[in-house]
């Protein structure tokens, strides 16, 4: 048996157990090799019957019968039920809106059954646990690969399923291909070397320890070695870009900060310590003579684009020289050019403004390309746009696309800024010294290599990906510095991995004078007094935001969802019962691109008193008037997250207010939320969810390709940095990875199966 071997090759499959594999993506045994399993059970901690109580949530094991369909006396709910029994007694099992369990489960089938115990007319019964039919149980030594030695094996794997097909299924189906003797045939991707520094178990032990563990230990060293695994791979890739990049030669800028202190001077606010920090080191990378590549990751309003604006000042004021063949050489062409892109229009639009405001002094070019249209400042012509009456601007004009990109490319415009319409082969530029993206985690990583290399032909050699996606120039290419900017705060163990081709640099201080946030914590009975409060904020000329989990209302046969507030139900309910005499707006991502611009002009020309919306307003346009905000569910988003929403409200040197509505009065609720309130800044914030909530939930994992146990490595920082740091090793040594064959194949068959780690 090879690894790309069909399920149905060496397993006999019925229709619902084909359709729940295809659901779950397994189509090989080398799919059902890696389908890990997502917890263990113990048959030692199984409950004899006799011995349930009320509330508890039990494991038992027993044979099923009675099995029947039936609908609720007053609910009409489809329910199925039916009676587990052991040698001590016997007990009800329900399960609502699940009918077809009774005719997927043989009468008389030995079961597993977990779930809560409830109580109804003084009889227990079990309310939709979950059920697995199993062989016999325990799991015997006899059925364990690593055979009989004296010792119990009581451990069970516990797969992730899908309808139509079991955990004891998969348990006995991946034993099948270990007694193929498919092991055998495995070559380990990890050197040896890697393998004994750091005391990680073989792939081929590790298969086994992960799917038929003989002890708790065995599946920790297991998932060990595969989170370890992941994580390097993820690495190499990165400094492989990394050393690929470095290769091109830079800029040469060679700027101080004590020349751009009159320019900083014009801030609005007092350049923080922070700010002065990410400036140096930024002006230290532009002096190396290679391409700098760099993380500015910093909270809501901590003036990352103050310090994207001194930083492109020192680019299209210099007149730079390059180092090439170990020589410093002059160059006489014109001004060095800046891109910045943005996520969306919107923010396109805003830092274009902002932009303006930093440089009109200097009579410098700024432009402005999206997919609806081109602008530049300054402007002999006054603009009667909408646009422009929202933003109290008439000091720049509507031009068509054809004029500006003539200007870019002739390099009479040095500032450009823009949404992907940035990345188009239209778009050229005469001389791009420096890439900033703002944002950076709403970018993919080809997206960003695009903008990275669109210097012109005759300065910029063309550069490639490779298949494995490596970035590959010549030599004498001449690369833009590169500034990617995010202000999600994410923990370091996810930094390091996601953008582990980038330097990383914090900004964790406010500007002086921006007054703290005042967050409260507002459980159902608190409701009727937040309204009030936001009531004489409206009164007082201000506006609010209200958050809300979902864009409509639930199904109601989904009964799990229904206390999540949409924003279109809630919406309606505060316009008529609540804020009768105030302007309601809605803000949703099912909404068009320019839908969604219309609404936000309209909010921040305060057309709109109050905008009810999802969390897409995490990113999105500056509205200083906007002073409360409210976020419904409070639970369910991650701490940094609604460190993030709260953000929206901390734009202006007005009082600022943050309600948080929770909906659950758990102990353990209130304790998560109440450290909004006492964490110094959103990375703390985002070390304590990753710590408490758990990554994948927090950060939607699935979205950045990365799988749950590389997932739960992202806990452990020695882990994260020794995989980085044996990928940095093995790459400055061979970056071609000539010596590593199967290392090279691995990224290879990777790239080919599309695994991202960026929103693409």
Not at 659 to 682: I, M, Q, W
Request: hydrophobic residues 40%; charged residues 25%; proline residues 4%.
């Amino acid at each position: 048996m090879f690894l790309q071997t069909p399920i149905n090759e060496f397993q006999r499959l019925l229709e619902p157990q084909r359709r729940a594999l295809a659901k779950l993506g397994l189509r090989t045994a080398e799919d059902l090799l890696y389908h890990f399993p997502a917890r263990y059970g113990d048959v030692s901690e199984m409950r004899p019957i006799a011995n349930l109580a009320k509330g508890e949530t039990a494991v038992i094991f027993g044979r099923i019968t009675g099995l029947k369909t039936s609908k609720g006396f007053h609910s009409h709910i489809a329910m199925a039920e039916g009676m587990i029994e052991d040698d001590t007694g016997r007990i009800k099992a329900v399960w609502f809106n699940q009918p077809y369990l009774a005719k997927m489960t043989a009468e008389g089938a030995f079961v597993r059954v977990e779930g809560k115990v409830s109580e109804r007319r003084e009889s227990l019964y079990l309310s939709n646990p979950k059920i697995e039919v199993v062989a016999k149980v325990p799991i015997a030594v006899g059925d364990s690969l690593f055979g009989s030695d004296g010792e119990a094996h009581t451990l069970y794997p516990v797969y992730p399923e899908s309808r139509g097909i079991t955990s004891n299924w998969m348990y006995h189906a991946i034993q099948r291909i270990f007694k193929s003797g498919i092991l055998e045939t495995l070559i380990d991707p990890l050197p040896t070397v890697i393998l004994e520094k750091y005391n990680l178990p073989s792939l081929r032990t590790a298969l086994i320890w992960i799917h038929a563990p003989q002890k708790e230990s065995d599946a920790l060293a297991a998932r060990k070695r595969f989170a370890f695994e992941e994580i390097f791979f993820i690495q190499l890739q990165k400094q492989r870009d990394r050393k690929q990049y470095q290769k091109l030669n830079g800029f040469v800028i060679e700027k101080t900060e004590a020349e751009l202190a009159d320019f900083i001077g014009r801030f609005p606010f007092k350049a923080t310590e922070a700010q002065h920090g990410a400036i140096q080191t930024i002006l230290t990378d532009f002096k190396s003579g290679k391409p700098m590549s760099r993380l500015l990751e910093g909270d809501v309003g901590s003036g990352k684009t103050a310090v994207a604006a001194a930083t492109a000042y020192a680019i299209v004021t210099s007149r730079p020289s390059m180092l090439k063949g170990g020589k410093r050489i002059l160059q006489t062409f014109g001004n060095l050019q800046v891109a910045y892109m943005c996520p969306t229009e919107i923010l396109a639009t805003q830092h274009f403004e902002s932009f303006i405001n930093y440089f009109t002094h200097l009579g410098l070019q700024v432009g402005l390309i999206t997919g609806s249209g081109c602008r530049k400042f300054p402007s002999k012509v006054a603009s009667n746009s909408r646009l422009a009456e929202a933003k109290g601007r008439q000091n720049w004009t509507d031009i068509s696309r054809t004029q500006l990109l003539k200007w870019v490319e002739s390099g009479e415009i040095p500032i450009l800024i823009g949404t992907h319409a940035l990345i188009q082969k239209a778009v050229k530029f005469k001389h791009l010294a420096y890439v900033i993206i703002d944002e950076q985690h709403r970018f993919g990583t080809s997206q960003r290599q695009k903008l990275a290399l669109k210097n012109d032909a005759a300065v910029t050699a063309p550069a490639k990906v490779s298949k494995i996606g490596a970035l590959t120039a010549p030599a004498a290419a001449i690369a833009p510095h590169l500034l990617s900017m995010t202000a999600t705060p994410i923990p370091r163990t996810l930094a390091l991995t996601l953008y582990g081709d980038l330097d990383l640099t914090l900004l964790d201080q406010m500007p002086m004078g921006r007054k703290p946030i005042i967050t409260e914590i507002v459980l159902p009975n608190g409701r009727a007094a937040v309204y009030e409060k936001i009531r004489t904020d409206l009164q007082a000329g201000r506006q609010a935001y209200v958050i809300c989990p979902r864009i409509n209302e639930p199904d109601p046969d989904k009964e799990a969802a229904v206390n999540a507030k949409s924003v279109t139900e809630e919406a309606r309910r505060l316009k008529e019962k609540v804020f009768r005499e105030y302007t309601l707006g809605i803000l949703h991502s099912k909404m068009t691109p320019k839908a969604k611009d219309e609404v936000m002009l309209d909010f921040k020309a305060q057309r709109i008193d109050i905008l009810c919306a999802t969390s897409v307003v995490e990113v999105g346009v500056n509205v200083p008037n906007a002073t409360s905000i409210i976020i419904e569910g409070g639970e369910r988003f991650g701490l940094a997250q609604l460190h993030q929403l709260r953000g929206r409200v901390i734009r202006s040197n007005h009082q600022a207010y943050c309600y948080v509505f929770a909906e659950s009065k758990s102990e353990k609720t209130v304790d998560r939320l109440n450290a909004l309130k006492t964490a110094k800044n959103g990375f703390e914030l985002a070390e304590y969810d990753l710590k408490f909530r758990g990554s994948g939930q927090l950060y939607g994992h699935r979205q950045w390709g990365i799988t749950d146990v590389a997932m739960e490595a992202l806990q452990n920082l020695k882990m994260v940095e020794a995989a980085r740091a044996e990928a940095a090793r093995l790459i400055d040594t061979d970056d071609s990875l000539a010596n590593f064959p199967l290392l090279r194949s691995q990224l290879a068959k990777r790239a080919t199966a599309g695994e991202k780690i960026h929103f693409e």
